[in-house]
């Protein structure tokens, strides 16, 4: 018995559009091409015109009377569309990540918007300059104020700016299409794509690459000639100059016709990143950001899809550039937790990459001084191919680091935010007009319990992270749910100074201004940079030496090169080490590693102040001492024993409700649901929780966390699909949506 296979389809890629499939038979002969992505010809509307759509999904079951449903008229073979491949990849997004397919879709499809077009007008003398001589007299003796001006204005330009004629000569726009209709003039419009790159044209330097540089280069420039594609992993210490690496690699790419997308962690990285690529391959780069408008971000679409630019630079979301002759895509600071989706799916940067990769026969680099477990693990592997730079770019050296012991400090009466020694070395930097970097490590944040004499932290017993603070006095593990009571002394010690850990970028700036009157002062955090543009202006003033003290957090620390900044000082390097999340250690080893980096880069000597309750912890020892490796090792030995990722996979379930009874019931019925599918499928699985998620409570919205572990990814891809099955037929957790976060990257 056979059956009938249906497909649904898009027929228009808009934003609006893409929620609104239409279900088509698969005509048998066409059962073999007719997969998702497949661009097709289908008959639409009454009077059944022939137009074209894409493959979204598949199904054995009509949704309509099937005597309703047309057949497709043509699956188009051979059609290199770039919708057909990101559409694919969208599908892949949404097996691999979870969420539906329109979300996955309008994550990929840079989409049609109603986006007016930007015309510049000019005006054109239609008649030779006798003629014009001869109507100007005829004007005058008229007394045509307008056509006067005008004509006088063009017999001198020949050309003239259709707005300055109307704003600054004040000619009326009737007389300009009068004298259009006279055929006296022409009207000459043209469509201009709006422009979001506004840097200082500099003339490009030639950089010669050092030793390590060059071998890499032509390593990876020598597979790509040969047609072999790869992943990499470029493991460069901060300064390294991984940037020229990518630049050498990049243009042997596009020498062979090809495009490239370069995907950098922070929007606030852009100004300089584009500076550099700008200098070396000029107005064929162009960037893709949130920041830009709708119509800014569409016109750099339609530049790439129509081959007028040739290397794209953005976070994110620019990995889903519409170029048709992608060959590389770059990945730098591939470690930062920015290249994870918030919002569904919840898709990494990285494996995503990979996939686009694959699909369109390109090459992926992934660079980073501090490269996460998981790219590290996959290139100890042989997955990746891993090669490491181990000196700086021209020659600057490593930076001194000094750790203070938080303890001792307050042990002699400074309870300061500034330790002694930093701020002897930031009155020796102002004396020297050299700049200073000061990094707070967590913006505001104030969730974990710590002892400030003995530096004792209140973990959770169950999970080995920090017990996160509430305002009823209880301390809970957000993995698990365990709590118990805020105490009054340190358990350790029976010290009275234990308290929930914390301070804001603003606080730091007032102390910094109060202790050093003379010292002109930036600060750079969320509240400073909402503003459009306000990024680029804060790091221009900074560059431009018109502060000599930069306060921030994370987005100071990323990528930055400030040749006059020989101080760094890290306020408190424990508000990322004990942040109750089992990727703490690393986030904590990655930002001391990069807020260091920051210190002489040129020719001038760096120091760096580490301030820490933790002065033996290992992630705060390799930092000081750059020893990526020593904390590998260390910090894979506990994710090991704990089953965290990279040893093993998790899958984070969050179940939220407008009903607080509903959430609670609804993540105990997938507990429940999760446990029997254990047993049932002799699956040797780990379930941690249900648990209240660290933001219980976002817009009205009760939230509540299940996470579960198992080596195998494709096994938490299965618990996946069940459980979005198991809430179809159940139909008990009607009021409760569902969100999946695979290895997350961030606490909930």
Known sequence: ????????????????????????????????????????????????????????????????????????????????????????????????????????????????????????????LNVDIDKANTLYDEYVSKSYKARVRLLEALIKEHTLDYRFAINKLSIPRTTINDMVKLEVIKLETKEVYRNPINVVKEAYKEVVLNEEQQYIADNIIKDYMDGIRSTYLIHGITGSGKTEVYMEVIAHVIAQGKQVILLIPEIALTYQTVQRFHRRFGDRVSIINSRMSGGERYDQSLRAKNKEIDLVIGPRSALFTPFSDLGL?????????????????????????????????????????????ESYS????GEYRLFTISKRAKEAVLPKVWIVDLREELKNKNKSIFSEKLKALIADRLAKNEQIMLFLNRRGYAGFVSCRSCGHVMKCPHCDISLTSHYNGRLVCHYCGYDENMPKICPTCGSKYIAAFGTGTQKVEELVKREFLQARVLRMDADTTRKKGSYSTILSQFAAHKADILVGTQMIVKGHDFPMVTLVGIIAADLSLHVGDFRASERTFQLLCQAAGRAGRDVLKGEVVIQTYNPDHYSIV?????????????????????????????????????????????????????????????????????????????????????????KDYRTLIHIKNYLEGYINYTGQLADCSLQFDFDPVNTY
């Not at 996959?378 to 592997?381: G, K």
């Open 378 to 381: 996959r290139a100890m592997n």
């Open 1 to 124: 018995m056979s059956f009938h296979k249906y497909a649904d389809i898009i027929i228009d890629i808009s934003h609006e559009n893409l929620d609104k499939t239409y279900q088509y038979l698969i005509p048998e002969e066409y059962s073999a091409q007719a997969t998702i992505g497949a661009p097709v010809k289908v008959s639409f509307g009454k009077g059944n015109r022939i137009i074209n759509g894409y493959i979204v999904g598949l199904s054995h079951e009509p949704k309509i009377d099937k005597n309703k449903i047309k057949p497709i008229t043509e699956v188009v073979e051979d059609a290199t569309v770039i919708e057909s491949h990101l559409i694919y990849l969208a599908h892949w997004i949404k097996d691999a990540f979870g969420g539906t397919m329109n979300e996955a879709l309008k994550t990929v499809i840079p989409v049609k918007k109603v986006v007016r077009a930007v015309e510049e007008k000019r005006l054109i």
């Open 329 to 373: 895509i770059i990945i730098d600071e591939e470690h930062e937790t920015s290249y994870k989706s918030e919002t569904t799916p919840k898709y990494h940067s990285v494996d995503v990459a990979r996939m686009r990769a694959q699909l369109t026969n390109s090459s992926v680099i992934l660079g980073s001084a501090t490269p996460s477990l």
């Open 622 to 710: 390799t930092a000081a001492e750059g020893d990526y490796e020593g904390f590998f090792r260390q910090e894979m030995l506990y994710r090991e024993m704990m089953d965290y990722p990279p040893a093993a996979h998790m899958l984070l379930v969050l179940i939220s409700s407008k009903d607080e009874k509903k959430a609670e019931d609804g993540s105990s019925l997938l507990g429940e649901a999760v446990k029997e599918m254990f047993i049932n499928e002799k699956i040797q699985g780990q379930l941690i929780g249900p648990a209240t998620a660290v933001l219980s409570k976002v817009k009205d919205y009760y939230r509540r966390v299940i996470y579960i572990k198992h």
